[in-house]
C-alpha cells in the first residue's frame, strides 16, 4: 500500500493512509514520528492517529509502549 505524505495542522506533515477496507466507513490512519510533526523516518519510533472520514478522531497508538507488550 502507497503512503502520502500530507500537510495537516498548521504545517505538520505525516503520511496518510486510507483505511485498507475503505476510507468512507472506516477512516483513515495518520503516522507521524513520536512528537506528531514529521513523518518518521526509518527505523525511527512513531505514533499512529487513527480518524474517522470527517476528520473525527477515533485513537492513537504511540509505537514507543510497544516494548512494553
Known amino acids: 500500500m502507497k503512503l502520502e505524505t500530507i500537510s495537516f495542522c498548521g504545517g505538520f506533515n505525516g503520511l496518510y ?4 477496507l475503505g476510507r468512507e466507513k472506516y477512516g483513515y490512519f ?3 514520528d513520536s512528537m506528531g ?5 526509518v527505523g525511527q519510533k512513531c505514533a499512529i492517529g487513527w480518524y474517522t472520514d470527517d476528520a473525527q478522531f477515533l485513537g492513537y497508538l504511540d509505537v514507543d509502549q510497544w516494548e512494553q507488550l
Open 30 to 32: 495518520l503516522i507521524t
Open 37 to 41: 510533526e514529521q513523518p518518521p523516518i
Open 17 to 20: 493512509m486510507p483505511h485498507p
